[in-house]
Protein backbone atom coordinates (compact mmCIF):
# COMPACT_ATOMS: atom_id res chain seq x y z
CA UNK A 1 0.00 0.00 0.00
CA UNK A 2 1.07 3.55 -0.80
CA UNK A 3 -0.21 6.94 0.56
CA UNK A 4 1.21 9.26 -2.15
CA UNK A 5 0.80 12.86 -1.71
CA UNK A 6 -0.71 15.27 -4.41
CA UNK A 7 1.48 15.67 -7.30
CA UNK A 8 2.60 19.37 -8.22
CA UNK A 9 2.14 18.91 -11.94
CA UNK A 10 -1.62 16.36 -10.74
CA UNK A 11 -4.16 16.09 -9.15
CA UNK A 12 -4.39 13.07 -6.57
CA UNK A 13 -7.62 12.18 -4.70
CA UNK A 14 -5.91 11.35 -1.84
CA UNK A 15 -6.93 7.83 -1.56
CA UNK A 16 -4.37 5.10 -0.88
CA UNK A 17 -3.49 3.43 -3.77
CA UNK A 18 -4.00 -0.90 -3.64
CA UNK A 19 -0.39 -1.03 -5.10
CA UNK A 20 3.14 0.38 -4.29
CA UNK A 21 3.37 3.72 -6.28
CA UNK A 22 6.65 6.27 -5.99
CA UNK A 23 6.44 9.63 -7.96
CA UNK A 24 9.31 9.78 -10.17
CA UNK A 25 9.72 13.53 -10.81
CA UNK A 26 7.84 16.72 -10.32
CA UNK A 27 6.85 16.85 -14.09
CA UNK A 28 5.05 13.46 -13.97
CA UNK A 29 5.82 9.97 -13.84
CA UNK A 30 5.20 6.66 -10.96
CA UNK A 31 6.66 3.90 -10.84
CA UNK A 32 4.77 1.04 -9.73
CA UNK A 33 6.12 -2.57 -8.75
CA UNK A 34 4.64 -5.57 -7.46
CA UNK A 35 1.98 -5.76 -9.90
CA UNK A 36 1.72 -8.69 -12.91
CA UNK A 37 0.04 -6.99 -15.40
CA UNK A 38 -0.37 -10.54 -17.62
CA UNK A 39 -3.00 -11.68 -14.45
CA UNK A 40 -6.51 -11.05 -14.89
CA UNK A 41 -7.02 -6.57 -13.46
CA UNK A 42 -10.41 -6.98 -11.64
CA UNK A 43 -12.49 -3.91 -11.89
CA UNK A 44 -10.61 -2.11 -8.34
CA UNK A 45 -7.38 -2.58 -9.44
CA UNK A 46 -8.17 -1.29 -13.00
CA UNK A 47 -9.53 2.25 -11.24
CA UNK A 48 -7.24 2.72 -9.11
CA UNK A 49 -4.66 2.39 -12.29
CA UNK A 50 -6.69 4.98 -13.84
CA UNK A 51 -6.44 7.00 -10.93
CA UNK A 52 -2.82 6.52 -11.00
CA UNK A 53 -2.35 7.56 -14.45
CA UNK A 54 -4.89 10.95 -13.90
CA UNK A 55 -2.67 11.69 -11.47
CA UNK A 56 0.99 11.06 -12.60
CA UNK A 57 0.49 11.25 -16.49
CA UNK A 58 2.87 8.54 -17.04
CA UNK A 59 3.08 5.18 -15.17
CA UNK A 60 6.32 2.68 -15.02
CA UNK A 61 5.52 -0.85 -14.26
CA UNK A 62 8.43 -2.51 -13.37
CA UNK A 63 9.64 -6.10 -14.37
CA UNK A 64 6.74 -7.10 -16.96
CA UNK A 65 6.82 -9.94 -19.62
CA UNK A 66 3.45 -9.75 -21.65
CA UNK A 67 3.07 -11.36 -25.08
CA UNK A 68 1.22 -9.45 -27.50
CA UNK A 69 -1.82 -11.55 -27.04
CA UNK A 70 -1.42 -10.63 -23.02
CA UNK A 71 -0.70 -6.84 -23.56
CA UNK A 72 -3.73 -6.31 -25.72
CA UNK A 73 -6.20 -8.52 -23.29
CA UNK A 74 -4.65 -5.63 -20.38
CA UNK A 75 -4.67 -2.95 -22.80
CA UNK A 76 -8.30 -3.64 -23.24
CA UNK A 77 -9.06 -2.67 -19.78
CA UNK A 78 -8.79 1.10 -20.84
CA UNK A 79 -10.83 1.21 -23.87
CA UNK A 80 -10.78 0.63 -27.54
CA UNK A 81 -7.48 -0.68 -29.55
CA UNK A 82 -6.45 1.98 -32.42
CA UNK A 83 -5.40 0.81 -35.33
CA UNK A 84 -2.71 2.41 -37.38
CA UNK A 85 -2.25 4.55 -40.58
CA UNK A 86 1.79 3.46 -41.46
CA UNK A 87 2.01 0.17 -43.24
CA UNK A 88 5.13 -2.01 -42.53
CA UNK A 89 8.01 -2.64 -45.43
CA UNK A 90 6.24 -5.51 -46.90
CA UNK A 91 3.03 -3.14 -47.71
CA UNK A 92 0.71 -4.82 -44.45
CA UNK A 93 -1.03 -3.05 -42.01
CA UNK A 94 0.61 -2.81 -38.49
CA UNK A 95 -0.80 -5.21 -36.45
CA UNK A 96 -3.02 -3.62 -33.36
CA UNK A 97 -0.12 -5.03 -30.75
CA UNK A 98 2.76 -3.72 -33.17
CA UNK A 99 6.38 -3.63 -32.57
CA UNK A 100 8.55 -0.48 -32.25
CA UNK A 101 12.00 -1.13 -33.58
CA UNK A 102 15.51 0.19 -35.47
CA UNK A 103 15.64 -3.62 -36.46
CA UNK A 104 15.01 -3.83 -40.63
CA UNK A 105 13.41 -6.60 -42.31
CA UNK A 106 16.15 -9.04 -41.77
CA UNK A 107 16.54 -8.17 -37.83
CA UNK A 108 19.47 -6.29 -37.97
CA UNK A 109 19.90 -2.78 -36.25
CA UNK A 110 19.78 0.37 -38.42
CA UNK A 111 18.84 3.81 -37.99
CA UNK A 112 16.74 3.71 -40.87
CA UNK A 113 13.87 1.61 -39.65
CA UNK A 114 12.70 4.08 -37.60
CA UNK A 115 9.69 5.64 -38.51
CA UNK A 116 11.32 10.07 -38.51
CA UNK A 117 8.33 11.16 -36.77
CA UNK A 118 9.33 9.22 -33.47
CA UNK A 119 12.14 11.68 -33.01
CA UNK A 120 9.61 15.23 -32.84
CA UNK A 121 7.55 15.99 -30.14
CA UNK A 122 3.94 14.86 -30.60
CA UNK A 123 0.94 13.02 -29.12
CA UNK A 124 -0.13 10.46 -30.66
CA UNK A 125 -2.83 10.38 -33.53
CA UNK A 126 -3.38 14.19 -33.54
CA UNK A 127 -4.34 13.56 -36.91
CA UNK A 128 -7.38 11.63 -36.00
CA UNK A 129 -10.43 13.23 -35.52
CA UNK A 130 -10.31 11.51 -32.25
CA UNK A 131 -6.82 11.11 -31.32
CA UNK A 132 -5.77 8.21 -28.99
CA UNK A 133 -5.90 8.63 -25.02
CA UNK A 134 -3.02 6.79 -24.05
CA UNK A 135 0.29 4.73 -25.72
CA UNK A 136 1.62 1.73 -24.01
CA UNK A 137 4.77 0.46 -24.67
CA UNK A 138 6.48 -2.51 -23.33
CA UNK A 139 10.37 -3.28 -23.18
CA UNK A 140 11.12 -6.79 -24.94
CA UNK A 141 14.43 -5.95 -25.80
CA UNK A 142 16.69 -2.79 -24.98
CA UNK A 143 20.28 -1.50 -25.96
CA UNK A 144 22.48 -1.29 -22.79
CA UNK A 145 22.14 2.45 -22.24
CA UNK A 146 19.79 5.16 -24.03
CA UNK A 147 16.81 4.54 -26.40
CA UNK A 148 15.33 6.92 -24.14
CA UNK A 149 11.16 8.27 -24.54
CA UNK A 150 11.46 11.53 -23.52
CA UNK A 151 7.58 13.50 -21.97
CA UNK A 152 6.54 16.73 -22.24
CA UNK A 153 3.80 17.71 -19.80
CA UNK A 154 1.83 20.49 -21.41
CA UNK A 155 -0.27 21.00 -18.59
CA UNK A 156 2.22 22.70 -16.95
CA UNK A 157 3.34 24.19 -20.33
CA UNK A 158 0.03 26.00 -20.50
CA UNK A 159 -0.39 27.33 -16.75
CA UNK A 160 3.24 28.71 -16.65
CA UNK A 161 2.34 30.55 -20.15
CA UNK A 162 1.96 34.34 -20.17
CA UNK A 163 -1.65 35.81 -19.01
CA UNK A 164 -1.37 37.87 -22.68
CA UNK A 165 0.11 34.51 -24.45
CA UNK A 166 -2.46 32.39 -22.85
CA UNK A 167 -5.52 35.23 -24.17
CA UNK A 168 -3.64 34.93 -27.25
CA UNK A 169 -4.00 31.17 -28.02
CA UNK A 170 -7.38 30.99 -26.53
CA UNK A 171 -9.78 30.02 -29.11
CA UNK A 172 -7.36 29.21 -32.22
CA UNK A 173 -7.30 25.69 -33.69
CA UNK A 174 -4.47 24.30 -35.57
CA UNK A 175 -4.25 21.32 -38.52
CA UNK A 176 -3.45 18.09 -38.37
CA UNK A 177 -2.50 15.58 -40.77
CA UNK A 178 -0.89 12.57 -41.37
CA UNK A 179 0.80 14.37 -44.19
CA UNK A 180 2.60 17.80 -42.20
CA UNK A 181 3.73 14.87 -39.97
CA UNK A 182 5.55 13.02 -42.61
CA UNK A 183 6.79 16.61 -44.23
CA UNK A 184 7.86 17.86 -40.51
CA UNK A 185 9.95 14.74 -40.03
CA UNK A 186 11.67 14.50 -43.21
CA UNK A 187 10.24 11.65 -44.30
CA UNK A 188 9.20 10.12 -47.39
CA UNK A 189 5.59 12.19 -48.34
CA UNK A 190 2.42 10.97 -47.25
CA UNK A 191 1.18 8.21 -50.41
CA UNK A 192 -2.56 9.24 -51.98
CA UNK A 193 -4.45 6.52 -50.09
CA UNK A 194 -2.60 7.64 -47.05
CA UNK A 195 -4.05 11.14 -47.69
CA UNK A 196 -7.47 9.53 -48.52
CA UNK A 197 -7.26 7.35 -45.19
CA UNK A 198 -6.48 10.23 -42.72
CA UNK A 199 -7.46 14.01 -44.21
CA UNK A 200 -6.36 16.52 -42.12
CA UNK A 201 -8.04 17.62 -38.77
CA UNK A 202 -8.54 20.56 -36.81
CA UNK A 203 -8.16 20.98 -33.12
CA UNK A 204 -7.75 23.68 -30.52
CA UNK A 205 -4.37 24.40 -29.40
CA UNK A 206 -5.52 24.69 -25.79
CA UNK A 207 -7.28 21.63 -24.97
CA UNK A 208 -9.13 20.78 -21.98
CA UNK A 209 -8.41 17.23 -20.16
CA UNK A 210 -11.71 15.45 -20.27
CA UNK A 211 -11.32 14.13 -16.96
CA UNK A 212 -9.18 16.75 -15.32
CA UNK A 213 -10.69 19.50 -16.52
CA UNK A 214 -6.85 21.04 -16.82
CA UNK A 215 -5.87 23.06 -19.97
CA UNK A 216 -2.79 22.08 -21.49
CA UNK A 217 -0.93 22.71 -25.16
CA UNK A 218 -2.35 20.88 -28.00
CA UNK A 219 0.31 20.81 -30.87
CA UNK A 220 3.15 18.95 -31.89
CA UNK A 221 5.00 16.65 -35.13
CA UNK A 222 1.62 16.69 -36.45
CA UNK A 223 0.52 20.29 -36.91
CA UNK A 224 0.72 21.70 -40.14
CA UNK A 225 -0.49 25.21 -39.46
CA UNK A 226 -2.85 27.46 -37.18
CA UNK A 227 -6.07 28.47 -38.92
CA UNK A 228 -6.49 32.15 -39.57
CA UNK A 229 -2.67 33.34 -39.48
CA UNK A 230 -0.65 34.15 -42.53
CA UNK A 231 1.64 31.39 -42.59
CA UNK A 232 4.99 32.95 -41.13
CA UNK A 233 2.89 34.15 -38.12
CA UNK A 234 1.86 30.49 -37.85
CA UNK A 235 4.82 28.89 -38.30
CA UNK A 236 6.59 31.32 -35.66
CA UNK A 237 3.57 30.88 -32.88
CA UNK A 238 3.75 27.04 -33.35
CA UNK A 239 7.74 27.79 -32.85
CA UNK A 240 7.55 29.60 -30.04
CA UNK A 241 5.29 27.27 -28.22
CA UNK A 242 6.97 24.52 -28.95
CA UNK A 243 9.84 25.67 -27.50
CA UNK A 244 8.50 26.64 -24.62
CA UNK A 245 7.10 23.25 -24.01
CA UNK A 246 10.15 21.57 -24.48
CA UNK A 247 11.72 23.21 -21.47
CA UNK A 248 13.73 21.11 -19.29
CA UNK A 249 11.33 22.14 -16.44
CA UNK A 250 8.36 20.30 -18.15
CA UNK A 251 9.77 17.46 -19.40
CA UNK A 252 10.97 13.67 -18.03
CA UNK A 253 12.89 11.92 -19.95
CA UNK A 254 11.96 8.24 -19.27
CA UNK A 255 15.64 5.72 -19.10
CA UNK A 256 14.24 2.30 -19.79
CA UNK A 257 14.92 -0.58 -17.67
CA UNK A 258 14.10 -4.20 -18.59
CA UNK A 259 10.53 -5.47 -18.22
CA UNK A 260 9.59 -1.64 -18.50
CA UNK A 261 5.72 -1.57 -18.96
CA UNK A 262 4.37 2.21 -19.66
CA UNK A 263 1.19 3.79 -20.18
CA UNK A 264 1.06 7.58 -20.53
CA UNK A 265 -1.75 10.10 -21.15
CA UNK A 266 -1.73 11.33 -24.79
CA UNK A 267 -4.16 14.45 -23.59
CA UNK A 268 -1.64 16.23 -21.84
CA UNK A 269 1.36 15.13 -22.88
CA UNK A 270 3.40 15.52 -25.37
CA UNK A 271 6.51 12.79 -26.17
CA UNK A 272 9.43 11.69 -28.43
CA UNK A 273 12.16 9.13 -28.53
CA UNK A 274 15.84 9.99 -28.37
CA UNK A 275 18.57 8.60 -30.65
CA UNK A 276 20.92 8.46 -27.65
CA UNK A 277 22.02 4.88 -28.59
CA UNK A 278 24.23 3.28 -30.70
CA UNK A 279 21.39 2.61 -33.83
CA UNK A 280 23.16 1.21 -35.99
CA UNK A 281 24.46 -1.77 -34.05
CA UNK A 282 22.33 -1.79 -30.69
CA UNK A 283 18.97 -3.83 -30.77
CA UNK A 284 15.41 -1.62 -29.31
CA UNK A 285 12.27 -3.57 -29.43
CA UNK A 286 8.91 -2.09 -27.57
CA UNK A 287 5.36 -3.70 -28.47
CA UNK A 288 3.22 -0.66 -28.90
CA UNK A 289 -0.69 -0.69 -27.91
CA UNK A 290 -2.99 2.82 -28.41
CA UNK A 291 -6.30 3.01 -26.67
CA UNK A 292 -8.63 5.47 -28.85
CA UNK A 293 -9.68 8.76 -26.96
CA UNK A 294 -12.52 11.37 -26.96
CA UNK A 295 -12.32 14.72 -29.63
CA UNK A 296 -10.60 17.59 -28.14
CA UNK A 297 -12.24 20.61 -26.73
FE1 LIG B 1 4.38 8.42 -30.55
Redesign the pocket.
Known amino acids: MSDVQAAPHGRGTGIPYPFDIRPLTDTGGAEITGLDLAAPLDDGMRDAIMRAFLEFHILVFRGQSLTKDQQAVFSKNFGELEHHVGRLPDGSPYPIVHTVTNLDEDGKPTPGAVALG?YFF?T?KSYHDIPSLM?MLHAIELPPSGGDTQFANTQMAYDALSPEMKARISGLKAEHSWEASRRNSGAPPATEEQKRERPPVVHPIVRTHPDTGRKSIYLGNHVSHILGLPAAESDALIAQLMEHVGQPQFTYTHQWRDGDYVMWDNRCLL?RALRNYEMATQRRVLHRTVIIGTAPY
Do not use: G, K
Request: proline share 0%; no cysteine; net charge negative.
Open positions: NHDTH
